[in-house]
């Protein structure tokens, strides 16, 4: 158990709730055929393994394959609400390989960043998956920022980053043509790389290793089954149900949910304490017209506030070869809500009733409104690019994709870097763990997070 982690406990007990599926997408082991329970003798069926995984994004699908490399002896299944896997959080990304420059030294986001983009780098080359270094720019544009960027620099030192070096403004010009700054710090072992696609490499070697995925499978209740003696051995020796909407159930001996989005609501369906709480900022990107993409050759990042998790208004090469311009990052009233008017009643009630919210926007005020502003109004953005890039105009962009964020909060309005595992106690806590909140840059440590999920499986449950 890694001592940086943060656990809950003392509030999980069983209980039945309201959640959202179907057994429409059944995608079996590679070779088509069960394979064999932990016991040996027995066949997996399916509706019964020995651990399920509930959510197909990159974190679950990694997770459940990296479980099913230590394990092969377990059947192990992943159960994901949408027909296809890896479509929110994980298909919205900006495709960012991160280097872990930006988090506190010896903490667990830094050492997970750094291990975990060495990692993606690794896989994607083994399976030929198509990336590129391309480097990142982090430049100061006024005096005022220059003490913070050369903090920066240290921390990334400190973090043990890569290829770091502090650069002026003839260098800048240099690497960037059109980019204006003071002094900038060069990242060069930051990349891009589809993650929809690293997410479904995953699915595949998890599926050909053996595991099982289910799709339009929308959890909505989970407890522990009631012994019946009209029950099969087998049945019994599943204690755990996982049903849908649709009255489907599945059996199994454990679960780990990587619920992303919807990670606190997924926790309260085994009786968890509702908090932390996700609270989802939808954020709005731009794109820059093609023929004005030789303006930007890497990625062209501020120097971050460290006030928010957010790194601010940046520009980002895309696998592609489309430029996104952004994000800002606003309250999104649907947490599944890629566009400016989508609206969920029951996600705007809870964020209108979420004291600790009101209390973080009440604080934070200003940056709010401007964030909002900015998402109104273009005119607003482009001259926060132009800072970096005066020779863009509001004729060279174009509305673009969003992306939703799940961002974790404390009761107090305090917004959660941490991870955050729960199970509680009681005889469903023995059976559970909840993912509550792996945070950002979760797509670049995606590799490493699924093996301290798998130690902590491991430990918690005595595989």
Known sequence: MVAA????????????????????GWFGPASGRPRPLCAGSRRASTSSFDI??????????????????????????????????????TGHNSGVIHSGIYYKPESLKAKLCVKGSALIYEYCKQKGIPYKQCGKLIVAVDQEEIPKLQALYERGLQNGVQGLRLIRQEDIKKME???????????PYTGIVDYRQVALSFAQDFQEAGGSILTSFEV????????????????????????????EEIRCHYVVTCA?????????????????????????????KPEKSYLVKGNIYPV?????????????????????????????????????FDFSARD???????????????????YSVSEMYKACFLAVTVKNLQKFVPEITINDIQRGPAGVRAQAMDRDGSLIED?????????????????????????????????????????????
């Open 5 to 24: 982690l943060r656990y809950l406990g003392g509030s999980c007990r069983q209980a039945l709730g309201g959640f959202l599926g179907g057994f429409s």
């Open 52 to 89: 399920v995984i509930v959510g197909g994004g990159i974190v679950g699908l990694a997770s459940a394959r990296a479980l099913t490399l230590r394990h092969p002896q377990l059947s192990i299944g992943v159960l994901e609400k949408e027909k296809d896997l890896a479509v929110h959080q």
């Open 177 to 187: 043509p059109y980019c204006r700054g003071l002094m900038a710090i060069d990242c």
């Open 220 to 247: 909505e209740s989970i407890g522990m089954a009631k012994e019946s003696v009209s029950e099969s051995k087998e049945e019994n020796e599943f204690p755990v149900v996982i049903k849908n909407t649709k009255g």
């Open 260 to 288: 992303g989005l919807y990670s606190d609501r997924i926790s309260e369906l085994s009786g968890c304490s509702r908090h932390p709480t996700i609270v989802p900022f939808r954020g709005d990107y731009l794109l820059l």
């Open 304 to 340: 971050p506030d460290s006030r928010f998790p957010f790194l601010g208004i940046h520009f980002t090469p895309r696998m592609d070869g489309s430029i996104w311009l952004g994000p800002n990052a606003v309250l999104a009233f649907k947490r599944e809500g890629y566009k400016f």
């Open 348 to 366: 705007f009630m809870e964020i209108i009733t979420n004291s600790g919210l009101i209390k973080l926007v009440l604080q934070n005020f200003s």
């Open 419 to 463: 991870f955050v595992f729960d199970g509680g106690v009681g005889a469903i806590g023995n059976h559970i763990l909840h993912v509550r909140n792996a945070p950002s840059p979760a797509a670049t440590s995606s590799l490493a997070i699924s093996e301290m999920i798998a130690d902590e499986v491991k430990q918690r449950f005595g595989l």
